[in-house]
């Protein structure tokens, strides 16, 4: 059974290759992070090397070996396989690393069928291992697979892409994720209700948030910083602005998560202001939704989401991350005089 919820088509797709024995040598999954490229490409490795008549059976000793990450012919490639240089992680996939996945993909099988590579995070394959791995792709060994993962495929040099067989993978519906959560993970219905919105599509982060708590504590702390620099002078929001570009210097993606979450806010501030409010992602917010919605007018509301994209791409394009933000902070619409109703 293919363990991967919500990506029938890419499954039947497989599936079908499989039964006809049509298999490309590479492939491409698409999909954003947490969506199940992982899942979809270890339960293709199964398929590949089950010892059971209807592959993959999930129980037979292959299949158990390749979930638990111990089979000999199954090989993950990344940037968190990389050896760590001077005790911090690699920025890039290197030649060594793809020239070693070479070498191991000339050797038949050691105890399985097929040989399978998966390449996660291929965008960050440097310019020289990508061209490296252009080589075996174009000539690809028998009895070999290799899977590369990415969440941007713009991001890899178009020569990798033509010669991979692509798999756009897709959100996933929230009830899907709501009812996995529940029946497969025993997450309560209220908390895999608001997982499935909180997710966006992404089973694989609804699951580690139901793991660990951390995910969620680190939410709240985001909203109610959101909701106290909404409340604050200028001195505090650009005090803020800074923190947040310095954070830019050292981690991009924290400051895009960042905001991106606030994007999420202000559109429930805009779907709670029309009376939407059971499309709202911040489900457990809805009573201070609701009560900044009646002190923000549409228009400002609006406005400001347009803003929040614009830093997004203007950081993205290498702007200054503190003028960007400041410029945020400044846009950012005043609170009108009320009463502040806070969480909890
Ligand atoms: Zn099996």
Redesign the pocket.
């Known amino acids: 059974m293919w363990q991967v919820v919500g990506q029938n088509r890419a499954v039947s797709l497989l599936q079908i290759s499989l039964a006809k024995g049509t298999l490309a040598h590479a492939y491409l999954f698409i999909g954003p992070q947490h969506v199940g490229k992982m899942t979809l490409a270890l339960n293709l490795a199964?398929a590949l090397?089950?010892?059971?008549a209807e592959?993959?059976?999930?129980?037979?000793s292959?299949?158990?070996k390749i979930a638990s990450a111990k089979h000999a012919d199954v090989q993950v490639i990344g940037l968190a396989s990389a050896d760590l240089t001077e005790g911090k992680p690699r920025a890039e996939i290197s030649i060594d690393q793809i020239r070693e996945a070479q070498h191991s993909a000339n050797l038949p099988p050691f105890e399985g069928k097929y040989k399978i590579f998966i390449i996660d995070g291929a965008e960050f394959l440097s310019h020289e291992a990508a061209n490296c791995l252009l080589k075996t792709l174009e000539e690809p060994p028998e009895r070999v697979v290799f899977v590369l993962l990415t969440t941007n495929a713009r991001l890899l040099p178009a020569t990798v892409v033509s010669r991979c067989q692509r798999l756009d993978l897709s959100l996933i519906a929230a009830s899907e994720v709501e009812t996995t959560l529940n029946t497969r993970w025993g997450v309560a219905f209220d908390k895999a209700k608001l997982l499935a919105r909180l997710c966006h599509g992404c089973l694989g982060w609804a699951i580690q948030a139901a793991l660990d708590d951390g995910l969620l504590q680190q939410r709240a702390e985001r909203l109610e910083k959101l909701l106290d620099i909404m409340g604050a002078g200028y001195e505090e929001r650009f005090a803020y602005a800074a923190k947040l570009a310095e954070q830019f210097s050292q981690n991009r993606g924290r400051v895009q998560e960042v905001l991106d979450l606030w994007l999420d806010w202000w559109r429930d501030l805009m779907l709670t202001k029309v009376g939407c409010c059971d499309m709202i992602t911040n489900a457990d917010y809805a009573a201070t939704l609701t009560d900044w919605a009646r002190s923000l007018s549409l228009t400002e509301i609006r406005l400001f989401m347009a803003d929040i994209q614009a830093v997004g791409e203007q950081l993205r394009q290498n702007a200054s991350p503190r003028l960007a933000l400041e410029v945020l902070m400044l846009n950012m619409p005043k609170r009108k005089e009320g009463v502040l109703v806070k969480h909890g």
């Not at 592959?55 to 037979?60: A, D, K, L, N």
């Open positions: 199964q090397n089950c010892e059971a592959p993959p059976c999930g129980v037979c292959s299949c158990q």
